[in-house]
């Protein structure tokens, strides 16, 4: 079975169109770019666009590569303060003489709406009220609506990303999946990859999960988006030992940006209603 991300981001935007109905409210994201990163300017774009499709408000702040870590601390803390503004996107990568987690946290936590900061992660990770980071989140929703069973599988994250596999280990586990995170240094990969019900390819690494690691009737879903629309996982190999697997482009990636718009109109109805009372 092919996952396709699309049906999951028609009924995320059709919720959010009622919710904006239903509220009155218009949202307000900000986005934070940092330098001349192409993919960076692109995802920035496709997430403005998506916002102006249903009807979300947006600013843009296109900062130079030189900018100080004090110049974006102030434009966070600008943000922070503006009532106008309900999320704050601050894209991910930035250049690396800036402190992205210094940065990151400085986030307000009811405008983090990405799922960045430090606090927002420990919330999600103990199960609380939290904004997930948008792409794991994304992919709960893709599993949730395909009905594939969480509980009790063997998932496996090849990945520890603050905003990628660390925070998909943590939903899984509170999904009750039994949970083996790998990475750079873990020996035995393709071995244990071998053992998973559902593997998920959170590397960065083009056609990386290759299909003679794959148990048969495992699900695959790449996380992975590379140069030339390429994911994480050999998606003509997996597809033979798969039950399911998700696509690139056209899986998990528009469910991401579909799911950040969700949590700023969240975010932005729930401000709403605070003001009020
Ligand atoms: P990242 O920060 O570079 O992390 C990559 C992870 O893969 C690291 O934890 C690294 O281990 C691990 N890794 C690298 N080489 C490995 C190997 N040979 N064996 C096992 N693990 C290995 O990347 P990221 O930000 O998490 O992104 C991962 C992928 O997801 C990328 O393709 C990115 O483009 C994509 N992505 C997609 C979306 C979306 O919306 N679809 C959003 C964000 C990212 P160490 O920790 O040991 O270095």
Request: glycine share 8%; hydrophobic share 40%; with cysteine.
């Amino acid at each position: 079975m092919l996952l396709l991300g699309r049906p999951i981001v028609l009924i995320l935007e059709k919720n959010i169109k009622e919710e904006l109905a239903r509220t009155k409210v218009v949202p307000k994201l900000a986005t934070i770019l940092v330098g001349n990163n192409p993919s960076s300017e692109t995802y920035v774009r496709m997430k403005v666009k998506a916002c102006a499709r249903v009807g979300i408000d947006s600013i843009s702040y296109h900062l130079n590569t030189e900018t100080t870590q004090e110049e974006l601390l102030e434009l966070i803390r600008k943000l922070n303060h503006d009532q106008e503004v309900d999320g704050i996107l601050l894209q991910h990568p930035i250049p690396s003489h800036l402190d992205e987690r210094d940065a990151f946290n400085k986030i307000h936590i009811d405008k983090d709406v990405d799922g960045v900061t430090t606090t927002g992660f420990g919330n999600m990770a103990l199960g609380m009220d939290a904004n997930p980071s948008c792409t794991p989140a994304a992919i709960m929703k893709l599993l949730k609506h395909y009905k594939i069973q969480v509980e009790g599988k063997h998932a496996v994250v090849i990945g520890r990303s603050p905003i990628l596999g660390k925070p998909m280990a943590s939903l899984l586990l509170n999904a009750n999946a039994t949970v083996t995170i790998c990475h750079s240094y873990t020996e035995g990969l393709e071995q244990i990859v071998s053992t998973a019900d559902i593997v998920i390819a959170a590397v960065g690494k083009p056609n990386f999960v290759k299909g003679s690691w794959i148990k048969e009737g495992a699900v695959v879903i790449d996380a992975g988006y590379n140069g030339g629309n390429v994911g994480d996982v050999d998606f003509e190999s997996c597809l033979e030992k798969a039950s399911a697997i998700t696509p690139v482009p056209g899986g998990v990636g528009p469910i991401t940006i579909a799911t950040l718009l969700y949590q700023t109109v969240l975010s932005a109805s729930k401000r709403k209603k605070e003001n009020s009372n």
